[in-house]
């Protein structure tokens, strides 16, 4: 549903920020690897490919659907998950250009609205804060 694709404009109101970042990132190529070989990696597979037909031909809902994805698997890292989108067949001029009075680029808000709307319970991958409790206590 549109609701699900495109959270309110609240909740994107503070972008995240560092210290959700992952401490130790890993490769981009790990990253595709994972998302393609998940049980829904079929997915992630037709929209990396350009397939627009999982989003009724909708090529901005198709570009939030692989960044959420890419979200999943790389952690709230808006580097890592835009440095993947421009090597998908999704990524298009549009990516680039400034669309909001603020002069945010489309990409950019993209991938803000994909981190924003996984919430806290998304991280697929340790962040710094859990991984050192977990040495301590390992």
């Known amino acids: 549903s549109h609701a699900r ?23 981009d190529a790990m990253v595709l690897k994972r998302a393609m070989n998940a049980k829904n990696g079929w997915k992630c597979k037709r929209l990396w490919n350009g397939d627009l037909s999982l989003h009724s031909e909708n090529a901005s809902e198709a570009d939030l659907g692989l960044c959420r994805i890419l979200a999943f698997w790389a952690g709230p890292d808006p580097e890592q998950i835009d440095r993947l989108f421009r090597m998908s067949d999704l990524f298009r001029s549009k990516w680039d250009e400034s669309h909001y009075a603020d002069g945010t680029t489309y990409g950019r808000k993209t991938i803000y609205r994909a981190i924003t709307a996984q919430g806290e319970t998304f991280f697929r991958w340790p962040t710094g804060k859990r991984q050192e409790t977990a040495t301590a206590i390992g």
Not at 5 to 14: G, I, M, S, V, Y
């Open 5 to 27: 694709l495109f959270p309110p404009a609240h909740r994107e109101a503070h972008p995240p920020d560092q210290k959700h970042r992952r401490t130790n990132p890993i490769p």
